[in-house]
């Protein structure tokens, strides 16, 4: 992600300044850096701040403070007024993607959204929400895309939908798995594992992929012969020792043959 532009100097320091002192005006703010600017002590800017009327319901305490802050805040150098502004962000920043994962959680993640695969397996086809969904180990007749707009904007996992959605409509669209309407279950299980897309344990049991099948039904040792040795009866005569001596004999049959017939012919 790109840096963000740097901030104006008096922008930062009034960020700076709401973020550490959230009950304090941006005009008492104002009114406190000109004091301090205009030589006065924090203590004098406070009780002008106060005589003027501007104390309300707040600990003298909370005014000096700020007043501190804004004379450090005064008087520091650029980069470090854009590297206090930075490290705010970034808190901002922490602080949203925790909120969103909260809210996900939830939205998406309670024990009601589970996906129910044995029913899902009893049908033919899915669609491309349904299969989505079910990849997501999400149960379709719950996560609606009208329960899916209800996500505060930003939410980690109505992007991973969406992006994986695109992906699935993609993949239909030229026939790998089927095609938007009717995606065919196993054609998707093994396509996504292919693809490196992440599976959950259900489908990949109920929907093996045919190596994975073949496998099961053939010793190592089976895979291995059928590997080496190709199929096709004239291969399997030039390998083996008793189909080469039956076609020898059956050439050695024939040219008797055609000898006898010759002796026949000459003695007429």
């Not at 590297?83 to 809210?103: D, H, S």
């Not at 990849?135 to 505060?152: E, V, Y």
């Not at 190709?230 to 390998?239: D, F």
Request: glycine share 4%; charged share 30%.
């Amino acid at each position: 992600m790109a840096e963000a532009v740097a901030m104006q100097r008096s922008e930062a320091i009034e960020l700076i300044f709401e973020t550490e002192f959230p009950s304090v005006g941006l005009h008492e703010m104002d009114f406190l850096l000109e004091g301090v600017r205009g030589g006065l002590s924090c203590e004098a800017a406070v009780q002008a701040l106060i005589a003027r009327g501007d104390q309300v319901g707040r600990e003298t305490s909370v005014l000096a403070a700020a007043c501190e802050r804004l004379r450090e805040l005064d008087t520091l150098a650029d980069d470090d007024i854009q590297g206090a502004v930075r490290a705010i962000k970034l808190k901002e920043q922490e602080e949203e993607k925790e909120r969103l994962l909260l809210r996900d959680n939830e939205l998406f993640h309670a024990p009601a959204m589970s996906a129910d695969f044995e029913h899902y397996e009893r049908l033919a086809y899915w669609d491309v929400h349904e299969a989505t969904c079910l990849l997501l180990r999400k149960d379709p007749r719950h996560l609606t895309p009208a329960f899916l707009s209800k996500a505060p904007r930003g939410s980690p996992f109505v992007t991973e939908f969406h992006e994986l959605t695109e992906i699935l409509t993609r993949a239909a669209e030229m026939g790998s798995i089927g095609n938007k309407q009717r995606i065919e279950p196993s054609r998707l299980v093994a396509w996504a594992l292919e693809n490196k897309i992440d599976v959950p344990e259900a489908l990949a049991t109920a929907y093996p992929r045919p190596d994975a099948a073949f496998r099961q039904d053939h010793g190592d040792d089976d895979l291995l012969s059928s590997r080496a040795e190709p199929e096709g009866s004239l291969n399997r005569a030039r390998i083996d020792p008793s189909c080469a001596d039956l076609q020898n004999e059956v050439r050695r049959l024939e040219a008797q043959a055609k000898t006898e017939k010759t002796s026949n012919t000459s003695s007429h």
